[in-house]
């Protein structure tokens, strides 16, 4: 019940975000047929780490322009449970292995948020 609220809201706030980013997330797709769906995923990392680098809440890490290795290796011990959190495990197994190399390199990319 919780989980489809917070998938609910989730799609909800990305549908919001479709027009502004999804080109370049979809650029970054390792295979041209998923394009659409992968900017899609990666709109839904933006509900809490941000689409501009601040994540919505101090218990949220930065991604935003870290290194996109630490970031690879942090999405597979996530999906293969070597590093425990619940709601990055899903997110983690949302993208497929080829999709998360890409992904890691797509929020490399992304500028560390400037200071407030
Ligand atoms: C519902 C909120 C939420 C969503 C959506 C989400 N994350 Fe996270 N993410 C978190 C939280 C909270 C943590 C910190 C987990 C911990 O404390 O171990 C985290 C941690 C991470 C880390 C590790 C960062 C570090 O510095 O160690 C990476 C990488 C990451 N997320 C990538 C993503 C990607 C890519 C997506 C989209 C596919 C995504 N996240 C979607 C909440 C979220």
Known sequence: ?????????LAVVSALAVPAVRANAAEAAPDPTTQREFGAKLLVCNVCH????VPKSAAIPIIAGQQETYLAKQLE?????HRNFEIMTWMANTL???????AAGYVAKKSWPAKA
């Open 1 to 9: 019940m919780r989980i489809q609220m917070v998938f609910g809201c």
């Open 50 to 53: 941000g689409d501009n680098g």
């Open 77 to 81: 011990d996530f999906r293969s449970g």
């Open 96 to 102: 497929t292995p080829a999709e998360q190399g890409p």
